[in-house]
Nanobody
């Protein structure tokens, strides 16, 4: 399984960007996908996730109300729409996938996720 994250770029504070995470390799639907981000000198941080079955979405507090995670199972693609971007959102964004439905308490842990994309840079200028 290979994940390809794309859509990053440079945007001014208050602007929007949309990230995509596309899967290739084994045919499956991206039912369990998370987005993480990592700023220079900082640990990888959970951003958002979507889970199979209940379709519940999860967000870290700092992005609630601004970011939206969604998926298109037919395209094996998951999206992260980011609005009202702030300079502190600047980071490399990674998508990650897990074949089996993770328990909710483990979603925010990077170790929960099996497959990772290469990351896409998001830079928000002030």
């Amino acid at each position: 399984v290979q994940l390809q994250a794309s859509g990053g770029g440079l945007v001014q504070a208050g602007g929007s960007l949309g990230l995509s995470c596309a899967a290739s390799g084994r045919t499956f639907s991206l039912f369990n996908v998370a987005w993480f981000r990592q700023a220079p000198g900082k640990d990888r941080e959970f951003v958002a996730a979507i889970r199979e079955g209940d379709g519940n979405t999860y967000y870290t507090d700092s992005v609630k109300g601004r970011f939206t995670i969604s998926r298109d199972a037919a395209k094996s693609t998951v999206y992260l729409q980011m609005n009202s971007l702030k300079p502190e959102d600047t980071a490399v964004y990674f998508c990650a996938h897990k074949k089996y439905r993770p328990i909710s308490s483990a979603i925010a842990s990077a170790g929960t996720w099996t497959y990772w994309g290469q990351g896409t840079q998001v830079t928000v200028s002030s």
